[in-house]
């Protein structure tokens, strides 16, 4: 029964996590478009392609950031992908260290 239990909250860890790499990657596809949307202004007008671009590329860059910040976690802790993201200082079962 214990198992049935690990497992259960493990794919709600899993699912949750998911859902945060589903938003990031929204969020990638939304500075993707705004910059696509930059370029294809830059073709018609020219009036306010530096403003625009600098907007897109802040996006981006933002973005971008946020992505290597998950990326390095990952890294540290690939297991998060299934745990999800501990407590300072807790083990994965909740206890002290």
Known sequence: MQGALDLQATNRR????????SALALQLQRSSEAFTLTL??????????EFELRQALRGLRDTLQSAQRLFDYLEQDPSALLVGKRAPGRLYDGQRR
Do not use: D, K, P
């Open 14 to 21: 899993l699912q949750q996590t998911l859902a945060q790499v």
């Open 40 to 49: 294809e202004h830059l073709q018609g007008s020219s009036a306010n392609v």
